[in-house]
């Protein structure tokens, strides 16, 4: 069974600029999650979808990150512009309707310079 | 309100046994496990729902105390593969499935 595969593994910018990352969830999980974690941290909830529906977006800086899931599959969240407190790793999960056990992808490592 | 672990980190040596504390200011639903070695995703170890029911690991054991809000992650004869962070994660209502993810603690297995 494919996992949750996600891209770009790494990307540098600055300030200011703009950025996108990439999900997609292992077929057939209907809920898809957005996680920020800074080096040392635990994961922190961005945003969670169950199909194509925003569940909970309470923490995501809305003035400046968005995220979409089209067509309830995979799902893209965007920056703009970045700061330097940006700088994380941003994990995608996916988990079924049913089982709440989250699988994680590798996950995009952000550096804003 | 994130969930509090503790100890921050551990150091341990093979054979040794370990206990990881997770402590919630809410009444939770379920506790999540995960364990997340260095520059890796999160993996799932073990879910603990209100009422009893696990699922799971079937080397690491865990426990939750509903009426205190805590639970405990055991760690026994430990292997050099234990080492990595640990996180709990905490949900407070079923069917929302919004998890909420401790500080973490640091393990380190020696020879």
């Known amino acids: 069974e494919a996992g949750v595969a996600q891209s770009p593994r790494y990307k540098i910018i600055e300030k200011r600029q703009s950025v996108a990352f990439w999900c997609n969830p292992i077929?057939?999980?209907?809920?898809l999650y957005w996680y920020q974690q800074i080096l040392g941290q635990g994961p922190k909830l961005l945003i969670q979808?169950?199909?194509?529906?925003?569940?909970?977006d309470s923490q995501l800086p809305k003035d400046r990150f968005s995220a979409e899931r089209l067509k309830g599959v995979d799902s893209t969240l965007k920056i703009q512009p970045a700061k330097l407190e940006d700088s994380a790793v941003y994990l995608c999960?996916?988990?079924?309707?049913?089982?709440?056990?989250?699988?994680f992808g590798a996950g995009t490592r952000l550096s804003v310079l | 309100q994130q969930p509090v672990q503790s100890p921050q980190a551990v150091i341990l040596r093979e054979g040794e046994d370990a206990v990881i504390n997770c402590s919630s200011s809410?009444?939770?639903?379920?506790v999540h496990w995960y364990r997340q070695k260095h520059g890796e995703a999160p993996v799932f170890l073990m879910i603990?729902?209100?009422?009893?029911e696990q699922k799971g690991h079937d080397k690491i054991s865990a426990s939750f105390n509903e009426k205190k809000q805590q639970s405990s992650l055991y760690l026994t004869a430990s292997q050099l593969s234990y080492s990595g962070t640990y996180f709990c994660?905490?949900?407070?209502?079923?069917?929302?499935?919004?998890?909420?993810f401790g500080t973490g603690t640091k393990l380190q297995v020696i020879p």
């Open positions: 999960a996916s988990s079924q309707v049913t089982e709440n056990i989250q699988y």
């Open positions: 077929s057939g999980h209907a809920t």
């Open positions: 979808f169950q199909n194509n529906g925003v569940v909970d």
């Open positions: 809410k009444a939770l639903y379920s």
């Open positions: 603990l729902l209100k009422g009893g």
């Open positions: 994660g905490t949900e407070i209502s079923g069917g929302y499935q919004k998890v909420t």
